[in-house]
Nanobody, 119 residues
């Protein structure tokens, strides 16, 4: 079965950096887009950044210039480098992928990794 597994979350001080990784495994034939979403307590899940198979990227306005998304199609893995972190970046971060496996295209989600920005 297809699995997305996140790693790299943790506690960091404001202004610090963290790198999140997402590894996809299973009978995957093709991946269109991979992305990072986050959900803070009491708020809706929101898109942070996504990257398409051709390398095109999209970022939420709140993270532009601070976060960088990248992808290794051979693995396949995805990384989110987060710099200049702010307390408002605190959330549960989820990996998402729209991919083709077992005869159909669908979205898959990871379990989430906690990022806490606090002094």
């Amino acid at each position: 079965q297809v699995q997305l597994v996140e790693s790299g979350g943790g506690l960091v001080q404001p202004g610090g950096s963290l790198s999140l990784s997402c590894a996809a495994s299973g009978p995957i034939f093709s991946i269109n887009v991979m992305g990072w979403y986050r959900q803070a307590p009491g708020k809706e899940r929101e898109l942070v950044a996504r990257i398409f198979s051709d390398g095109t990227t999209n970022y939420a306005d709140s993270v532009k210039g601070r976060f960088t998304i990248s992808r290794d199609n051979a693995s396949p893995t995805m990384t989110l480098q987060m710099n200049s972190l702010k307390p408002e970046d605190t959330a549960l971060y989820y990996c998402q992928a729209h991919l083709y496996a077992t005869g159909t295209w669908r979205d898959y989600w990871g379990q989430g990794t906690q990022v806490t920005v606090s002094s």
